[in-house]
């Protein structure tokens, strides 16, 4: 007999039915949008320090990381739960409930956060004495601290409706090094929360581009942004998607850099910045600009004419008046 069929027989032999309490609390609970409820098992539990809102910045990070503002960005999207001591953890390589040992290396008297083996398999379960309440429709996704990779844990994502649910839950984190000890430091993300509206991924699906024209529109535009990487940027890349324009500088759509409900965007100083960028020439792909043979004087946009035969018979492109070229004139004189 398997682990897991004796664990279920022991399980479905000491059942007893179901609670029943002795007072009924009705979820009356309004969560205000754009508000995530911390909510504790007990009141000594109040006003937990160990949550905090995903920043910007990673230690391990060099200055050339924050070129990349994909990663910056994806950096700050979520909530973090943080290690309230340090502690080591070792997985023996089995699945028994008992195959991870935890030793707790500057633990408090408060257990804010406890970190055992409560599956088996190798993982390593935190649970904190809280749980969340989210507004009505709103989902919270467990998942990874954002790029803060720890060497021999793989976390396992989740979705709650929090919503929904008035209890907590646990961050589950897969250790994938048996026979390793694993060093855990005060203050390191041991999960992760993000919003997530509930049915938003439901009907999403992946479909092929078909429209021949768009293809060939998008083949074209995304060699040109190859063009320019490989032969005019260098050593250093030109930042176009940190400054929200594409490879024609036509500006984004609302361009995002940071979590701030589009107020950069619509913020004076950005108005200002992207008005100075399209007014630069640098930063512009300029007409093309025809001189007059006569008066040299610069047209824009003027379609260019075949060249003349003979100087005597020269055209203006823009007045198509026949003139002598000025060059003739002086040696008149």
């Given at each position: 007999m398997s682990n897991d069929e004796d664990t279920s027989k022991k399980l479905q032999?000491?059942?007893?039915?179901?609670?029943?309490?002795?007072?009924?609390?009705?979820?009356?609970?309004?969560?205000p949008p754009n508000t995530i409820y911390l909510v504790p098992d007990q009141l000594e539990f109040m006003n937990p320090t160990y949550f905090e809102k995903c920043g910007q910045k990673r230690d391990w990070f060099s200055s050339y990381f924050y070129n990349c503002l994909p990663i910056v960005f994806g950096n700050q999207h979520g909530f973090m739960i943080k290690s309230t001591n340090s502690f080591i953890c070792r997985w023996d390589g089995t699945d028994a409930n008992d195959g991870v040992a935890v030793h707790q290396l500057d633990a408090t008297k408060r257990d804010d956060l406890i970190v055992q083996s409560h599956f088996g398999h190798g993982i390593l379960t935190v649970q904190?004495?809280?749980?969340?309440?989210?507004p009505k429709g709103v989902n919270m996704m467990v998942k990874a601290p954002p790029n803060y990779p720890v060497h021999g844990l793989s976390?396992?994502?989740?979705?709650?409706?929090?919503?929904?649910l008035r209890r907590d839950f646990t961050f589950n984190i897969k250790i994938t090094r048996p026979q390793m000890d694993i060093y855990i430091e005060k203050g390191t993300p041991l999960g992760c929360v993000l919003p997530y509206p509930r049915f938003f991924l439901d009907k999403y699906e992946m479909k092929p581009l078909t429209d021949p024209e768009e293809v060939q529109k998008a083949i074209e535009t995304a060699n040109f942004?190859?063009?320019?990487?490989?032969?005019?940027?260098?050593?250093?890349?030109?930042?176009?998607?940190?400054?929200?324009?594409?490879?024609?500088?036509?500006?984004?759509?609302?361009?995002?850099?940071?979590?701030?409900?589009?107020?950069?965007?619509?913020?004076?100083?950005?108005?200002?910045?992207?008005?100075?960028?399209?007014?630069?020439?640098?930063?512009?792909?300029?007409?093309?600009?025809?001189?007059?043979?006569?008066?040299?004087?610069?047209?824009?946009?003027?379609?260019?004419?075949?060249?003349?035969?003979?100087?005597?018979?020269?055209?203006?492109?823009?007045?198509?008046?026949?003139?002598?070229?000025?060059?003739?004139?002086?040696?008149?004189?």
């Open positions: 032999g000491s059942r007893r039915p179901p609670f029943v309490p002795p007072v009924v609390h009705p979820d009356t609970l309004v969560v904190s004495r809280q749980y969340f309440r989210t976390w396992m994502d989740a979705v709650v409706e929090t919503d929904n942004y190859g063009i320019e990487r490989e032969e005019f940027d260098g050593e250093k890349p030109r930042l176009r998607y940190m400054e929200g324009k594409d490879i024609f500088n036509t500006f984004y759509d609302m361009h995002q850099k940071t979590l701030d409900s589009g107020e950069w965007w619509n913020s004076a100083d950005a108005k200002v910045e992207r008005k100075n960028m399209q007014q630069d020439p640098s930063q512009q792909q300029q007409p093309s600009v025809m001189k007059c043979p006569v008066t040299h004087q610069s047209q824009p946009d003027v379609p260019a004419q075949p060249a003349p035969q003979e100087p005597s018979s020269m055209q203006c492109p823009v007045t198509h008046k026949k003139a002598e070229p000025e060059a003739d004139k002086k040696d008149e004189e």
